[in-house]
T-cell receptor, first 111, second 115 residues
């Protein structure tokens, strides 16, 4: 069974760029990578999604190397409100449906 | 308008009881999910239904039984509750097609405490 691991926690200061990495060594060809953000007492919320190379949207960038065994979520210029737990998800809807969440990274943004 | 809603938000009950958690989505999605988040914040999928058909059934005790009366609803019934069932249960929905990348929308969660 694929294992998806992340650093347990990270601290950063306001205005800095934060990079959170997820390791998914057993990723399969049909799997894609999604990142979610979760605030206390709320459900996870979609941030960004990709399959390979680089994806950017209005809130984040996602970097996926050629071997796809890891991925990095990049949050530019974080603010206090970005303090949350960030999860990567390795999933597939081709053939066998599969959704495996990473262990989660607790990001604390300091003033 | 709440996209994915769950009831109740909190559920406190005694060991051995049977309880249900309800989930409804108004996004028109055809796939719904149940996840369990334990005290260490690990999120693990339990079940998924696509158009009322069970497509994911992870290794979950058979005391847990999902029921999907229609595409917009997925309920979770738990028999003979045990202390280890205490967790936050999240419902989610998405629009899934073969090979299509889907975004899941999560409900607010139901915190179940078994005493």
């Amino acid at each position: 069974l694929a294992k998806t691991t992340q650093p347990i926690s990270m601290d950063s200061y306001e205005g800095q760029e934060v990079n959170i990495t997820c390791s998914h060594n057993n990723i399969a060809t049909n799997d894609y990578i999604t990142w979610y953000q979760q605030f206390p007492s709320q459900g996870p919320r979609f941030i960004i999604q990709g399959y390979k190379t680089k994806v950017t949207n209005e809130v984040a960038s996602l970097f996926i190397p050629a071997d796809r065994k890891s991925s990095t979520l990049s949050l530019p210029r974080v603010s206090l409100s970005d303090t949350a737990v960030y999860y990567c998800l390795v999933g597939s809807t081709s053939g066998t449906y599969k959704y495996i969440f990473g262990t989660g990274t607790r990001l604390k943004v300091l003033a | 308008d709440t996209a994915v809603s769950q009831t109740p938000k909190y559920l406190v009950t005694q060991m051995g009881n049977d309880k249900s958690i309800k989930c409804e989505q108004n996004l028109g999605h055809d796939t719904m999910y149940w996840y369990k988040q334990d005290s260490k914040k690990f999120l693990k999928i339990m079940f998924s239904y696509n158009n009322k058909e069970l497509i994911i059934n992870e290794t979950v005790p058979n005391r847990f039984s999902p029921k999907s009366p229609d595409k917009a609803h997925l309920n979770l019934h738990i028999n003979s509750l045990e202390l280890g069932d205490s967790a936050v249960y999240f419902c989610a929905s998405s629009q899934v097609g073969a090979g299509v990348i889907d975004t899941q929308y999560f409900g607010p969660g139901t915190r179940l405490t078994v005493l």
